[in-house]
């Protein structure tokens, strides 16, 4: 009985499993094997690292983007609140309108701060 309840997850795993090997045994027999010195070097961006890796970053590079993140993950809160606008009202609308204002106004900060800047 239960495995009858579990039978379609269980086909589901199965299915997934054999087309994930399948892909990597065609690919395996199709991948061209002609390796040269070009393919197998180690590259940065498409050219030859000229510096060591573990160079200091400036710290400018940090803050915009935890200020990007900041600002895209608070946008991303939105899209919930406008498929949803119709059954939550007005009391969620002057809510949203009290988070864009704080946004704004956070936003506003750091642009008179000169964190967006880059020179």
Avoid: S
């Avoid at 997850?9 to 094997?33: N, S, T």
């Avoid at 200020?67 to 919930?80: K, S």
């Avoid at 609140?81 to 900060?109: R, S």
């Amino acid at each position: 009985m239960i495995l009858a309840d579990y039978l379609p997850v269980l086909l589901f795993i199965l299915v997934g499993l054999a087309v994930g090997v399948a892909c990597l045994v065609i690919g395996d027999f199709l991948q061209p094997h002609k390796p040269d010195p070009g393919k197998n070097a180690p590259y940065e961006c498409g050219f030859e690292a000229f510096e060591d890796a573990r160079m200091k970053i400036d710290v400018r590079f940090y803050l915009v983007a935890i200020l990007f993140i900041i600002f895209d993950l608070e946008i991303a809160f939105l899209f919930p609140w406008a498929v949803t606008m119709k059954e939550v009202g007005g009391p969620a609308f002057v809510a949203v309108l009290i988070f864009l204002t704080i946004l704004v106004i956070g936003f506003v900060y750091e642009w008179k701060k000169g964190a967006l800047n880059w020179e």
